[in-house]
């Protein structure tokens, strides 16, 4: 049974016990400031799980899409994802533990058909501060149900993830833990909990894959082993108290919350612990392998960080983030460029999104109507941002390795230098790094942090156009700025004449000067046809590539060059547009953005904001993106 049938068994089981089917939740909460993302399936529910009544009724079930941005880093092994769905059923004060212990049960054992001697259970031990007792409740009914198969459910006591590791499995079936794992709120163990907050013991099933134990996470296994032997799949949540002033009071009406992994279930379905093999995650892994010509068992961690970020990045680009600074768009923008380095790793430099993004959606867009509405802004969006940041990981990754080979580490200076030279994020050179095998100094952030004052300084007290000539340095404003001279360039020919030759330039993050040969004042009119041929250019997402060509043979071509350059035997040549019919070819050494639309994202237009004499038969423009 694949995962998409899975889902659909799910919520036919719970219609038929009278439950009604409600709508998933953006990723983006729209009434819940406390959190970036719907990180599960309750969260959505709150209100209603404190007394609220909901419109659909006091049984829901649903299928809710969720995404943890601190799973990121864990991501690589067989289990990890930061997006997943949750599968959620709810009782608003209706029924509870007999009903909800029991129909999970039917739906493991019948339903999808999940052996029962692979299922354990974990149920709350009791908490002094709080005064919860302990939930033999739960427990009594899981033995009967375990009963049932001829399975002797024995207790065990485990206490905490510690006493866990020393006391092990004890021949158990049913085990107790205290607050630390079995009490379940949005904070976690009570100690955490905002006031007003719900929560409650909770009951989880895990499913056995029978993998040997790796004793690095413990000397004895236990069913929260982090060792991968276990995985959860299912969470039924007593929501039975609220934290106050006074301390944890019943609820009126207790509720139920229950929560189970898709992905997980449907791992446990082909009894593999590798949820990558599942049906919404494998055909990602079969494209990832055809586009790299690798394949999936030598470079696992790679293609199952590449998978897990990109199906993240495309709900969030279905949900309405797009790649930004801020908030949820830096979260997106990580994703996006961690799935582009890992992706470098597996020898893919370029069309990573165009060719993936819309594997994914496929494989949603029959059950979630929306990513077939939204898919082809998503594919563009992302297409958008690994053309920019392409550029910065070659770049940033080149001299990293130098600095690895010369220095064996990275220092506070280095990072600071990736940073500001080459534009490439903190995050990724410490990643790079560890990638790379290269230590990183312990107090790399206090050397980092130092630069970073003294360059914001500067930068408040540096006069404009400091920079003699050429690029100050390869950061994405500086590209961006630089493939618009190459159009500035060509306009200024067709406008004002073929005697137009760069004379030089001096690009910055905020603006590119611009010398070229001219005999007199570039007139208003003027000025405003190079304008509109420019930002013409960009709306038409004109592609930008590059050969090496001879030089003799470039420049008898018709490619551009600047007044007074030297040149080798060979040379770089860039071309805007059709290289049949282009609309610039300009002998230049890079580095530009690889499709032109990307100069106006966010909206950025071309704007000359003055036009001035150089020198004599030499006039100066000075021109922006905003």
Known sequence: ??????????????????????????????????????????????????????????????????????????????????FFEMLGN??????????????????????????????????FSGDQLTGVPKDTESAAIWKKLFAKKD?????????????????????????????????????GPPSNMRLGEPGGPDSEVFYDFGTPHDEKFGTHCHPNCDCGRFSEIGNSVFMAYKKTPKGFEKLPKPNVDFGGGLERIAAACQDSPDVFQISLIKPVIEGLETLSGK?????????????DHLR?????????????????????????????????????????????????AS????????????????????IKEETIFRQTLRSGVRELTKIAK?????????????????????????????????????????????????????SQTASVGMFKGGLADHSEAVVRLHTTTHLMYQALKNVLGEHVVQRGSNITAQRTRFDFSHPGKVRPEQIKQVQDIVNEKIKEDLSVTWKEEDTKEALTSGSSG???????????????????????REICGGPHVEHTSVIGEGGKKFRIIKEEASSAGVRRIKAVLD
């Not at 995404?67 to 864990?74: G, L, S, V």
């Not at 040379?571 to 049949?580: A, H, R």
């Open 406 to 458: 010369r220095n064996k580490h990275l220092t506070g200076v280095d990072v600071f230098r990736l940073y500001d030279t080459y534009g490439f994020p903190v995050e990724l050179s410490l990643e790079e790094a560890y990638l790379q095998k290269v230590g990183v100094s312990e107090d790399w952030h206090h050397d980092f942090d130092r630069l970073m004052e003294e360059q914001k300084k500067r």
């Open 1 to 82: 049974m694949n995962a998409q049938e899975i889902r659909k068994k799910y919520l036919d089981f719970f219609v038929a016990r009278k439950h009604q089917v409600i709508p998933r939740a953006s990723l983006v909460p729209q009434d819940d400031p406390t959190t970036l993302f719907t990180g599960s399936g309750m969260q959505p529910l709150v209100p209603y799980l404190l007394g609220e009544k909901h419109p659909a009724g006091k049984r829901l079930v649903d299928s809710q899409t969720c995404f943890r941005a601190e799973d990121m880093d864990e991501v690589g092994d067989n289990r990890h994802t930061t």
């Open 363 to 382: 494989l949603y867009e029959p059950d979630f109507p929306q990513v077939k509405e939204r898919k082809n802004d998503v594919v563009h969006a992302f």
């Open 295 to 307: 394949d999936y068992e030598q470079h696992q961690a790679a293609m199952r960080v590449v998978a």
């Open 562 to 584: 600047a007044f007074g350059d030297k040149y080798g035997e060979k040379v770089k040549v860039y071309t805007i547009g059709d290289p049949k019919k282009p609309f610039s």
């Open 151 to 187: 399975i002797q459910a024995k207790e065990v006591e485990i206490g905490s993830n510690t006493t866990g590791y020393q006391k092990g499995l004890q021949n158990g079936r049913i085990f107790y833990y205290d607050a630390s794992k079995n009490w379940w709120s949005r904070e």
């Open 312 to 360: 993240a990045a495309t709900w969030l680009g279905v949900d309405g983030v797009a790649p930004s600074n801020k908030a949820q768009g830096y979260v997106l923008r990580r994703l996006l460029r961690r799935a582009i380095r890992y992706a470098f790793e597996l020898g893919i430099e370029q069309h990573l999104c165009e060719k993936v993004t819309p594997i994914i």
């Open 90 to 123: 709810w009782s608003l004060g209706d029924y509870y533990k007999e009903e909800q212990l029991t129909w999970f049960w039917d739906f493991l054992t019948k339903a999808v058909k999940l052996n029962p001697a692979k299922l354990y259970v974990t149920c």
